[in-house]
């Protein structure tokens, strides 16, 4: 069974510029959701989608934005980059009912605003 | 809010050596708990989970018991290895509070293992 794959790996931007990454969970997952990881500020949530809709969200501001299409892979944007948009970016897609659940994490995407 | 803190790192032990990461939480609700391990350059990894209070986790010789009167959920090893290496998450999720893919990690401790 293939995990999520997060895509591309590696960008380098400038600071202004937007991009776009890519999260495919694992099939038959319909929840993704996305968390930036720094070294000041450790890992933060996001946001979530759910069945193309946005279920619940973290405390960013609206240049991070994010969409998820009929087939549950998702897309998170970030518009007018700073630098301290540099870090890992992670996508998990979500599992389970009732009170058994979990996530499983791709490898990332590793955003260097220059 | 929900928060989770962990031990300060890195923690330095001897291959063989017993390993015990402190991890406490708060929440409103009834979360779920997991340790996540994260190897250098990639992402991260569902070592271990607990559902309710009680329960213990365990994986690839891990354990963690979810302690509601403690509100502790630490993590254990008897014999570490070098390959155990790595940055250790521990984190909770509270879904039934309508918290929907949310983790809330705590930040993380460095495990260095020395053969």
């Known amino acids: 069974k293939a995990g999520v794959t997060q895509t591309p790996r590696y960008l380098i931007k400038t600071r202004g510029q937007q991009v776009t990454l890519s999260c495919s969970p694992i099939?038959?997952?319909?929840?993704v959701s996305w968390y930036q990881q720094t070294p000041g500020q450790g890992l933060q949530f996001l946001f979530e989608?759910?069945?193309?809709?946005q279920r619940n969200k973290g405390n960013f501001p609206g240049r991070f934005s994010g969409r998820q299409f009929s087939n549950s892979r998702s897309e998170m944007n970030v518009s007018t980059l700073e630098l301290g948009d540099s870090a890992l970016y992670l996508c998990a897609s979500s599992w389970g009912t009732g009170q058994d659940y979990g996530y499983t994490f791709g490898s990332g995407t590793r955003l260097t605003v220059v | 809010g929900d928060s989770v803190t962990q031990m300060e790192g890195p923690v330095t032990l001897s291959e063989e050596a017993f390993l015990t990461i402190n991890c406490t939480y708060t929440?409103?609700?009834?979360?779920?708990l997991f340790w996540y391990v994260q190897y250098p350059g990639e992402g991260l990894q569902l070592l271990l989970k607990a559902t309710k209070a009680d329960d213990k986790g365990s994986n690839k010789g891990f354990e963690a018991t979810y302690r509601k009167e403690t509100t502790s959920f630490h993590l254990e090893k008897g014999s570490v290895q070098v390959s155990d290496s790595a940055v250790y998450f521990c984190a909770l999720s509270d879904y039934g509070s309508g918290n929907t893919g949310k983790l809330i990690f705590g930040q993380g401790t460095t495990l260095q293992v020395k053969p």
């Open positions: 099939s038959g997952h319909r929840s």
């Open positions: 989608y759910f069945s193309e809709t």
């Open positions: 929440a409103t609700g009834y979360p779920s």
